[in-house]
């Protein structure tokens, strides 16, 4: 079963386009079970995206794409209430000095989400500013535990990135063996979800090795 667990909407500027009512359209039209809206460093399209799914059949997994202080970043979703409770407080403090002067962007160190990863379900990031390095993949891992933490692997269609995928899939595929965190579960080809409500081609990330879509949704 495919589910796209990472999907930003017009609530991530210049990132997306479609509105989240949009999005739970089109992944319903394309036969998803469930869909992950991860806006970057907010919840603002959730209720709306919720909303919208439920009418469909669409089961809807909350979660946002989080800034790290280091210019990274690093894809959370619920998998409790608990894990809501603790999304909302990682961004209230990655907005806490959203006012100061200079209005500096929103961003927690790493120790904000080791201190409230339970009930988070942790992927390592986009293809071009996530985590990849072992250390940090190991902090993630004794936080959010084998269950929660998973590579993520995406082909954003960018210059080259054919290549550089390939790479990092091998890397991490024996890495997080190492590590005894599963990557992602990639089905062959993921199918492209070119569609008017998607207005760029986009790979993204498939189910873990265990685990329906579903169970992400609760």
């Known amino acids: 079963m495919y589910a796209e667990l990472h999907a930003h909407s017009?609530?991530?500027f210049l990132d997306g386009a479609s509105l989240p009512e949009e999005l739970a359209g089109a992944a319903a039209e394309l036969g998803y079970g469930a869909c992950?809206?991860?806006d970057?460093?907010?919840l603002s399209g959730s209720m709306e995206f919720a909303q919208a799914s439920k009418g469909l059949g669409l089961k809807a997994i909350h979660g946002a794409e989080i800034d790290l202080e280091d210019g990274r970043h690093l894809t959370l979703l619920v998998d409790t209430q608990e894990g809501w409770r603790g999304l909302c407080r990682i961004l209230t403090r990655a907005h806490a000095h959203a006012r100061d002067h200079g209005e500096p962007p929103p961003a927690v160190p790493l120790e904000?989400?080791?201190e409230h990863a339970a009930g988070l379900v942790c992927l390592s990031g986009c293809a071009r500013q996530g985590v990849h390095d072992e250390p940090t993949l190991r902090r993630l891992l004794a936080a959010f535990g084998r269950e929660g933490l998973h590579v993520e692997l995406q082909r954003p269609?960018?210059?080259d990135d054919r290549a550089r995928q390939d790479h990092r899939g091998r890397h991490h595929a024996?890495?997080?063996e190492n590590r005894r965190a599963p990557p992602m579960n990639l089905p062959?080809?993921?199918p492209c979800c070119e569609h008017p409500y998607f207005p760029y081609p986009y790979k993204g990330t498939a189910v873990c090795p265990g685990r329906q879509a579903s169970?992400?949704?609760r």
Request: without cysteine; proline residues 0%.
């Open 36 to 38: 992950a809206l991860t």
């Open 188 to 190: 062959g080809q993921l």
């Open 112 to 114: 904000t989400l080791e």
């Open 10 to 12: 017009a609530f991530s």
């Open 215 to 217: 169970d992400y949704a």
């Open 174 to 176: 024996g890495g997080a």
């Open 157 to 159: 269609f960018g210059r």
């Open 40 to 42: 970057h460093n907010g």
